[in-house]
């Protein structure tokens, strides 16, 4: 049975000055039909810019030098401008993680909402958008505003973004790519700096989607304990490489020491009153060019060939790790 999305060999450039730069470096990874996958890892490693490439919305700096993004059996990268409308915000859609700069400062929330069903009407007929359809896609906006736990959903409607507080235009992002019920829908940081209550519509839509619908659902978070909670499996990326991935109950039983170090670094009350693990040194820049594994500099376990090669995959029973020194005696998922 094929993957509803595929990412084969996915190697992304970003231009800086005269330099090329690696900053996704040859990934691999799949999502089927109904599936609730999480993407983690630190600011800068990649999650981002490998989202906004499946969307085919990266910045003008960056490109794709080689690989393959196959979504539904078709690859997405050899697609017209033309033909990739006609998929994002229909088939795929993405909640930005930048939402002051996503939503239209002199539009209504409610009509940038209504305006997905109407491009997404466009897109699948051809043709024009009658009066029956507005009254129809207002009634259904209005409606996921309520889904979304807003009270006032009218008034919400009729509100522009500055009029909201950041959590609330980040769930009006939400119903903007909700809305369609998309077949992948793509969350890039749908969590931070939420309140827990606002977090948690948030998760709570994805998941109900995701029932009702089978909308497949790449959740990308910092955030581990999110993942824990609310995916099936889990690819943790590092200086744009995945370096691990696998079960999300073996999520805390990581075989990299990279997702161990991650792991460590989660306050919780069995932690309580002593020093959480820090990670030595830093993330190492994308300008870098390391041959080897890029956490070797800053991992305990690392040896002379840790900084010749990336190392090939381990498989284990949960999944798979990339890293010459496992520690398959701690995983037990």
């Known amino acids: 049975m094929a993957h509803l999305l595929e990412v084969r060999g996915l190697q992304i450039a970003l231009k800086k000055g005269d330099k090329i730069i690696n900053a996704v470096d040859n990934i691999n990874f799949s999502i089927d039909e109904g599936e609730i996958v999480g993407l983690a890892g630190e600011t800068g490693c990649g999650k981002t810019l490998t989202s ?13 030098l080689s690989g393959k993004i196959i979504f539904d059996n078709r690859q997405l990268t050899l697609l017209s401008e033309k033909d990739y ?17 996503s939503l239209n400062p002199l539009l209504k929330v409610g009509r940038q909402i209504r305006e997905a069903l109407e491009l997404n009407n466009i897109a699948v007929s051809g043709g024009p958008v009658n009066l029956t359809d507005r009254k129809n896609y207002k009634r259904r906006t209005v409606e996921m505003l309520f889904r979304l736990g807003f009270e006032e959903p009218k008034k919400i409607y009729n509100a522009y973004p500055h009029q909201l507080s950041g959590g609330m235009c980040q769930l009006i992002m939400a119903a903007i790519a909700a809305i369609t019920n998309p077949r992948l829908l793509l969350a890039d940081e749908p969590s931070s700096s939420l309140d827990a209550q606002t977090q948690e519509r948030i998760l709570s839509m994805l998941v109900e989607m995701n029932r009702e619908h089978k909308t497949a659902v790449l959740i990308i978070s910092h955030d581990l304990s999110i993942i824990r909670s609310f995916c099936s499996r ?4 590092y200086a744009g490489k995945i370096v691990e991935e696998g079960r999300s109950t073996a999520l805390y039983s990581p075989l990299h020491p990279y997702t161990q170090a991650l792991i460590g670094a989660i306050p919780g009350k069995d932690k309580r009153g002593s020093d959480l693990a820090n990670i030595p040194g830093k993330v190492p820049s994308v300008e870098d060019n390391f041959t080897g594994c890029p956490f070797a500099p800053r991992c305990k376990k690392a040896q002379d060939i840790c900084n010749k090669s990336f190392p090939p995959a381990v498989e284990t029973d949960s999944g798979k790790v990339y890293c010459y020194f496992p520690d398959t005696g701690s995983n037990n998922g």
Not at 234 to 237: K, P
């Open 52 to 64: 906004l490439s499946i969307m085919g919305l990266m910045p003008q700096k960056a490109k794709i």
């Open 85 to 101: 409308c006609g998929i994002r915000g229909n088939e795929i859609s993405m909640i930005f993680q930048e939402v002051r700069q």
């Open 234 to 237: 889990f690819l943790v990326m």
